[in-house]
Nanobody, 131 residues
Framework: VQLVESGGGSVQAGGSLTLSCSVS????????MGWVRQSPGKEREGVAV???????????DSVKGRFVVPRDSAPNTPSTLYLQMSNLTPEDTATYYC???????????????????????WGQGTQVTVS
């Protein structure tokens, strides 16, 4: 599967930004798919992950209530994945990656959120700067 992000940029604290990720390639399999971010000097952090075979979207505590991946719980591999970010703070400044790995159960998506380095497929990343 190929992933290409877009939509990063600079925004003032309290503002909003929406990132997009174009998904193509082999999408007939099921994946854990979502967003991961990394700031300089910090570990990679899973932001939001879901199982394309159906189920909930899991969010990092740091973004709950502010970030949304707009999709329902039905089985579906999106052609475009979005991350809607609101009430941004300087702590959200990071390079944001769209990422995926083959998965077989919804529970693996929750595990993938906390083990963000275990994704196999990565986009090139898009920078978000909040000042």
């Amino acid at each position: 599967v190929q992933l290409v992000e877009s939509g990063g940029g600079s925004v003032q604290a309290g503002g909003s930004l929406t990132l997009s990720c174009s998904v193509s390639g082999e999408t007939s399999s099921t994946y854990c798919m979502g967003w991961v971010r990394q700031s300089p000097g910090k570990e990679r952090e899973g932001v939001a992950v879901f199982y394309t075979g159906g189920g909930p979207i899991y969010y990092a505590d740091s973004v709950k209530g502010r970030f949304v991946v707009p999709r329902d719980s039905a089985p579906n591999t999106p052609s475009t994945l979005y991350l809607q970010m609101s009430n941004l703070t300087p702590e959200d400044t990071a390079t944001y990656y769209c990422a995926a790995r083959l998965c077989a159960t919804p529970g693996q998506a929750l595990a993938a959120l906390s083990s963000s380095g275990n994704f196999r497929y990565w986009g090139q990343g898009t920078q978000v700067t909040v000042s």
